[in-house]
């Protein structure tokens, strides 16, 4: 699931009439990078949510065949219902068993060959963490050599979710699927570390969360 459904203000006003995983870089959409990458790794269907001009998702990527997947889209009403309600009302798509979840509005150079492919036995979900960047120094989680992550605000592990990682269904175990609610993964992500069924492990790709016109232009610049 590639989630695409945010309003993007910080990017405005680019995303007043675009969605901002249809911002481009280096001539592609944001989002084509990724439909590119499983596709070459033998994915067949992809389900991407949308809210804002989600309409004009649909309209260029089509039923997928462009790119040889099969594209499924879940529309969620204005102000979409945040990264686990998106993805909530999505679970019919999706299946029993793990699934990748993937921010549309990330760019990297990771090979998605290497994303993970089994859960740890006890895991509900495993991310994939980044070196903290400039403008989030605190990161989100701490990573123990375990591989579970925690919360600890004081660890010096810190690390940055990357926005894409390999989700169990029972992570959202307490929501009917199907169903209509606003709901940040964040706190799901909580609940898991309590449980100790919260795994991660650290990527060295280059990446970068295209959050702002600046960071957007940086992209451009010749590699």
Avoid at 153 to 165: E, I, K, P, Q, W
Wanted: one cysteine or more; proline letters at 7%; hydrophobic letters at 45%.
């Amino acid at each position: 699931m590639i989630l695409a459904a945010g309003r993007g203000k910080r990017m405005q006003p680019l995303t007043d009439t675009l969605p901002k995983p249809l911002l481009a870089v280096r001539g592609k959409p944001l989002i084509q990078y990724h439909l590119e990458k499983l596709a070459a790794l033998g994915v067949e269907q992809v389900v991407i949510n949308h809210a804002w001009l989600g309409h004009l998702l649909q309209q260029q990527l089509g039923d997928g065949r462009q790119f040889g997947l099969r594209l499924s889209y879940s529309a969620e009403p204005p102000g979409g219902l945040e990264t686990a309600g998106g993805i909530i009302k999505a679970l019919p798509w999706l299946g029993d068993e793990p699934f990748w979840v993937i921010n549309g509005d990330v760019f990297t150079d990771l090979d998605f060959g290497n994303l993970p492919r089994q859960l740890e036995a006890d895991a509900d979900a495993h991310l994939l963490l980044v070196a903290n960047p400039a403008h989030h120094p605190r990161g989100d989680f701490a990573l123990a050599q375990s591989g579970l992550l925690s919360t600890d605000a004081n660890a010096s592990n810190r690390l940055t979710y990357s926005g894409m990682g390999l989700f169990h269904p029972r992570l959202f175990a307490a929501y009917p699927a199907g169903s209509e609610q606003v709901l940040a993964l964040r706190s799901l992500f909580e609940q898991a570390i309590q449980r100790q069924a919260l795994y991660g492990s650290c990527i060295a790709a280059a990446w970068t969360d295209v959050g702002t016109p600046e960071r957007l232009a940086q992209l451009q610049e010749p590699v």
